[in-house]
């Protein structure tokens, strides 16, 4: 059973930067592709980022691609979410999500993913 914990969420102005951080702990660590989603009331849950278990793939939702980077250290059994050029429509509940990893590539899609955080808020002011 793995378990995950994200901080690092809060409270920014528009153009501003977070990172976010997932840390988790219960199972091999490097065995877990891990991903970051989004949720805002009243909306489905929707992908941003997926980096495979080695680093080595990393996946982004068109609308951050060049303003968030995704990363993981295994030896510290985290993954960040590191988030420049904040957007108000970036506002959401960040969640991050372990998957068992079976292929080299992540997977983009939430049932797809085994384990799950509680979510940490962050909300973009303009």
């Known amino acids: 059973q793995v378990q995950l914990v994200e901080s690092g969420g809060g409270l920014v102005q528009a153009g501003g930067s977070l990172r976010l951080s997932c840390a988790a702990s219960?199972?091999?660590?490097?065995?877990?592709?891990m991903g970051w989603f989004r949720q805002t009331p009243g909306k489905e849950r929707e992908f941003v980022t997926a980096?495979?278990?080695?680093?080595?793939?990393?996946y982004y939702t068109e609308s951050v691609k060049g303003r968030f980077t995704i990363s993981r250290d295994n030896a510290r059994n985290t993954v960040y979410l590191q988030m420049n050029r904040l957007k108000p429509e970036d506002t959401a509940v960040y969640y991050c999500?372990?998957?068992?990893?079976?292929?080299?590539?992540?997977?983009?899609?939430?049932?797809?993913?085994?384990?799950w955080g509680q979510g940490t808020q962050v909300t973009v002011s303009s």
């Open positions: 980096i495979s278990w080695s680093g080595g793939t990393t």
């Open positions: 219960g199972g091999t660590f490097n065995s877990y592709a």
């Open positions: 999500a372990a998957d068992f990893a079976v292929t080299p590539n992540p997977p983009l899609h939430e049932d797809e993913y085994e384990y």
